[in-house]
Antibody
């Protein structure tokens, strides 16, 4: 069974940093692209970042580019999102989502990690 | 960026109804469109990919159609478990973008 489990969500101050992790199991992690998608309270879904197989291709949403860094450790079956320069508007539930083999839509999602940015 | 616009934003329906949600892209996305279902406090769940392909394990009462810029999600016979929020998403080009969501409520 495919499982994705986020951790690291917390309360952070504006301008602060947090690192989210996503532990993957039940599939060959190294063979899949991975993404972060977020959802602000009561709002819709927003794609945040993509990392390709091997980590050589990376994309970011304009809203986080230059502040967030996505990475992966295939030996540890883990995906990461390093967030710095946090802003109030980064408050959201952050989901890790697996890219499907048949196309870059998201076929499996974690349960989400809540990041709250507030002073 | 490609803007995705869903309609309606809220839909009230009864068990047994046939419902249709539409999604319009601001630019050509071919067939690169997915639909997701999300229930309160839960992660989204993939329903449809490539505009009309049903994800494994998803009931056949869900169907998708469309291409280019105009797409629809249809639920043929609403079940109690279907009351949720539905999102379309284009994956034609980055940044991947979602519609604002359609909340399907019990009438």
């Amino acid at each position: 069974e495919v499982q994705l489990m986020e951790s690291g969500g917390d309360l952070a101050q504006p301008g602060g940093s947090l690192r989210l992790s996503c532990a993957a199991s039940g599939f060959t992690f190294s063979g899949y692209t991975m993404n972060w998608v977020r959802q602000a309270p009561g709002k819709g879904l927003e794609w945040v970042s993509y990392i390709g197989v091997g980590g050589n291709t990376i994309y970011y949403a304009a809203s986080v580019k230059g502040r967030f860094t996505i990475s992966r450790d295939d030996a540890q079956n883990s995906l990461y999102l390093q967030m710095s320069g946090l802003r109030d508007e980064d408050t959201a539930v952050y989901y890790c989502a697996r890219g499907a083999l048949a196309g870059p839509y998201f076929d499996s999602w974690g349960q989400g990690a809540l990041v709250t940015v507030s002073s | 960026d490609i803007q995705m616009t869903q309609s309606p934003s809220t839909l009230s329906a009864s068990v047994g109804d046939r419902v249709t949600i539409t999604c319009r892209a601001s630019q050509f996305v071919s067939y690169w469109l997915a639909w997701y279902q999300q229930k309160p406090g839960k992660a989204p769940k993939l329903l449809i990919y490539m505009a009309s392909s049903l994800e494994s394990g998803v009931p056949s009462r869900f169907s998708g159609s469309g291409s280019a810029t105009d797409f629809t999600l249809t639920i043929s016979t609403l079940q109690p478990d279907d009351f949720a929020t539905y999102y379309c998403q284009q994956y034609h080009s980055y940044p991947y973008t979602f519609g604002q969501g359609t909340k399907l409520e019990i009438k």
